[in-house]
C-alpha cells in the first residue's frame, strides 16, 4: 500500500508549533503534499528532514508556497505552469505548483502535484483577484489536460480553493455570489472531470453533505462543522483505480488543530 497525504498547513512553523509533527508520526504517509508552507527552502528542509523534498517557495514573502516530501526516491521535479505565450510567470501565480516524478518500489513512475490554487475575493473592487484566478484556471487545465494523456499514473491534490458541488459547502445557499463557489470556478472542477480526472473524496466520501476540509478559525465553524470541501486528491485514469480508500484527517477539537485545513489521506494499492 502507499499512503499520501495532501494539507494546506497555514504555515509550516504554525502547524509544527501545533502539533503537526505528531500527526505526522501517527499517520506515516509515504508521501506528503504540502500548500501555504510560507517559509524559506532551508527552513523547509530542516523540518522535513529525512525526507526526499521538491518545495517551490513564493515570490512574494510570506504567501503560498507549495512543498512534496517523499520516502519514495525524487526522479524529477517541475515547477510553476508554462504561460500559453511563453511569458514569465506573475508573481502572484508562484509558490502554487509543484510536480515532482516519484519512484515506486516497483521501479515504476508516478507523478504527484502539489498545488494551491488562487482563492481570490468577490467583493466590491477585488475583481483583479478573480481575473488572477481564471487565468491561473486556465493554466491548469492545460497542463491537466496533458496529464491525463501521459499514460503516467498522476495525482494533483491540494488546496484548490473551489467547493464544487451544493454538497461540498455548509452554507451553500448563503454563499452563490463568493469566490470558491461561483458558477464560472465550479465549471472548471466539470472540465477536468470530464476530462478523465476523478474526485478521489467525492468518489470514497459517499455522497455528502461533506466532509468539510476547511473551516474558519472565526466563532464555532469547526465545532458546529460548517465548512468547505476545498482541499481535493484528483487521479487521473492511470492511478484512479488503485485507490482503495480516503480520510479526512479531522481534528479531534478545536484545541488540536494544527491547520485550519484537515489533511486528505488516499490509500493506494500497489503495483500501479
Known amino acids: ?29 509515504d508521501v506528503l503534499l504540502l500548500q ?12 522535513l528532514e529525512g525526507w526526499h523534498v521538491a518545495h517551490l517557495p513564493s515570490e512574494l ?33 508562484t509558490g502554487r505548483w509543484v510536480e515532482a516524478d516519484l519512484t515506486l518500489p516497483d521501479g515504476g513512475p508516478l507523478t504527484v502535484v502539489s498545488a494551491y490554487l488562487h482563492s481570490a475575493s468577490s467583493s466590491p473592487g477585488q475583481e483583479h483577484t478573480l481575473v488572477a484566478k481564471y487565468a491561473h484556471l486556465e493554466k491548469v487545465t492545460a497542463r491537466l489536460a496533458e ?3 501521459g499514460g503516467v499514473p498522476a495525482l494533483v491534490a491540494g488546496d484548490l480553493n473551489i467547493a464544487h ?14 469566490a470558491g463557489f461561483l458558477p464560472e470556478e465550479r465549471a472548471y472542477v466539470d472540465r477536468w472531470l470530464d476530462a478523465g480526472w476523478t ?21 464555532q465553524a469547526f465545532t458546529n462543522d460548517r465548512g468547505w470541501r476545498i482541499d481535493y486528491q484528483l487521479a487521473n485514469e492511470a492511478l484512479a483505480g488503485r485507490a482503495v480508500k480516503v480520510e479526512v484527517d479531522r481534528a479531534p477539537s478545536y484545541e488540536e488543530r494544527w491547520s485550519d485545513h484537515a489533511a486528505v489521506v488516499a490509500t493506494y494499492s500497489l503495483p500501479l
Open 147 to 149: 496529464l491525463a494523456s
Open 36 to 47: 501555504e508552507v510560507r517559509a524559506p527552502d532551508a527552513l523547509v528542509r530542516d523540518y
Open 165 to 178: 458541488r451544493e454538497v461540498d459547502i455548509a452554507n451553500f445557499k448563503g454563499n452563490r455570489k463568493s
Open 61 to 93: 514573502k510570506g504567501r503560498a508556497g507549495v512543498a512534496v516530501a517523499s520516502r519514495l526516491p525524487i526522479a524529477a521535479v517541475r515547477g510553476g505552469l508554462a504561460r500559453p505565450d511563453g511569458g514569465t510567470e506573475p508573481d502572484v501565480d
Open 199 to 219: 474526485d478521489l473524496g467525492r468518489a470514497h466520501g459517499g455522497d455528502g453533505p461533506g466532509p468539510y476540509t476547511w473551516w474558519t478559525w472565526r466563532g
Open 1 to 29: 500500500m502507499l499512503t499520501i497525504a495532501t494539507a494546506n498547513v497555514n504555515g509550516i512553523r504554525a502547524a509544527f508549533r501545533r502539533g503537526m509533527h505528531d500527526w505526522i508520526s501517527h499517520r506515516s504517509p
